[in-house]
């Protein structure tokens, strides 16, 4: 089978997408063509001063109808599973070489039956073979531009000689220029002139465009594939920066605990900070390793999730927090069936334990956070809402930032990094889902305005 594929070829994906995002432009261009000639047959018979045969009036309306039943054709291949993005198959460039040699043979019967050299669709070539320039080899399309000024050069003698009838349209020509040799040979010359310069100049600048195109994509994988590396690099750095810190905290923890001798107050308030630092560290060190997990992986694993258990779960194991702020939380699920959900769990794990651990660092003393899971029009709907100190508006647009945290809590919460919510967006998004938020939430109220986050799944 013919390949019309660019020997600079990289990206075959972005190509073949290319390609039929073409085809469909052509088709949908010769929707409108066949209803401009359709107009132009019933104007030039009923409204405007031209006169067609009755047969060449036929004949027109025949080579319409052609445009329109090979264009539906056309269209059901570009839907049917026969069309594969297959370089030794049936692939939308074989589609596009086959579309352009139908519309150049249409064109020509088009331009025959309205006056040929005397005709002013002969236009119409120079369009086909700019954009065909744009889609095909360059040696395919100065073949086709070949074929065609031999062609339009064989027409324009034959209906000279009159070897072949002369269908001219009455009144749109006042002499007969097809019977005038000179004007036959410099308009043929000059359209030949013309359209093989059209073409070096589409061709040439598409191919310099498309070759930039495939080193662009080819140096965006390097710089993907160096972020890569560095991201492992650093996941390492970073773990083992993590071990000293838990024998630290190990260290701290058997102080506290009296295993090696009773220690005096001051003594253990020292130690007490020190191991919140400590668990600050490890928490930060977490969000790193989080992150670059997510960013270094391509495809999430799919289990059946149950969210309900997922979420109870977080809830268990955040209690204690939540009982020493006397905050009251809750989740209701009202959803009719509570069906599980395909996703990777450890990744919806850490994405629901960022939102609850948000909620309730964030909410004061004696606040509320409410989790609700509903299911409307085909999605799972879970909202986090809490009545605690919410997220000023100049902060809004930049909440989801790695890193960034809202200038209201920076000052008054030490732990952080500002990664927590970008782990939770970048995991929902990778699941197909999205998540947005309101604040003030509608808990607001003397605790503080509060914060909402929508999840749909």
């Known amino acids: 089978m013919l390949n019309l594929i660019p020997a600079n070829t990289y990206d075959y994906d972005q190509l073949w997408k290319l390609i039929r995002k073409r085809n469909d432009w052509f088709i949908n261009l010769r929707y409108i063509a066949f209803f401009a000639l359709l107009a132009f047959l019933l104007s030039a018979q009923f409204v405007l001063n031209l006169k067609l045969q009755s047969a060449q009036f036929i004949l027109l309306l025949s080579v319409s109808l052609f445009i329109l039943v090979y264009n539906l054709i056309l269209f059901a291949v570009t839907k049917s599973s026969k069309l594969k993005n297959d370089v030794n198959g049936f692939n939308p460039l074989l589609l596009s070489l086959i579309q352009i040699q139908l519309d150049i043979l249409a064109l020509f019967l088009l331009t025959y039956y309205t006056g040929g050299i005397e005709s002013p669709l002969y236009i119409f070539f120079i369009f086909h073979m700019i954009i065909g320039s744009m889609i095909l080899p360059g040696y395919v399309i100065y073949t086709i531009s070949g074929v065609i000024v031999f062609c339009f050069y064989g027409l324009s003698f034959l209906e000279f000689f009159s070897i072949i009838p002369h269908y001219a349209i009455e009144g749109l020509t006042k002499i007969g220029y097809y019977n005038d040799l000179n004007y036959l040979l410099i308009f043929a010359t000059a359209f ?10 589409a061709n040439t600048i598409a191919s310099a465009l498309y070759t930039s195109e495939q080193e662009l994509k080819i140096t965006l994988d390097k710089l993907n594939e160096a972020e890569k590396v560095k991201m492992k690099y650093t996941m390492g750095v970073v773990h083992e920066i993590k071990s000293p810190i838990v024998a630290v905290q190990s260290f701290l923890d058997l102080i506290l605990g009296n295993y090696v001798g009773p220690i005096s107050a001051q003594v253990e308030d020292k130690v007490k900070r020190a191991r919140n630092r400590t668990e600050e560290s490890i928490n930060i060190i977490n969000d790193v390793l989080n992150i670059s997990k997510i960013k270094l992986i391509e495809k999430f694993t799919k289990d059946e999730i149950d969210l309900d258990e997922l979420i109870n779960s977080n809830i268990l194991k955040r209690q204690a927090q939540a009982e020493s702020k006397n905050i009251e939380i809750s989740f209701h699920d009202s959803r009719p069936v509570k069906e599980k959900f395909n996703g990777d769990k450890d990744f919806m794990d850490l994405a629901f334990s960022n939102l609850i651990g948000n909620a309730l660092k964030y909410t004061n003393n004696g606040g509320k956070v409410e989790i609700l899971m509903t299911y409307e029009d085909g999605k799972i709907n879970i909202e986090f809402c809490d009545n605690g100190v919410g997220i ?50 509608r808990l607001a109220d003397k605790h503080g305005p509060g914060t909402s986050f929508l999840i749909q799944l």
């Open 192 to 201: 030949g002139i013309m359209i093989f310069v059209s073409v070096f100049l």
């Open 392 to 441: 000023p508006e100049n902060d809004k647009s930049k909440i989801f930032n790695d890193f960034y945290r809202a200038s209201n809590v920076k000052d008054k919460v030490q732990d952080g990094t500002g990664l927590g919510l970008s782990v939770v967006k970048q995991i929902i998004e990778q699941h197909g889902g999205t998540i947005s938020f309101v604040s003030p939430s």
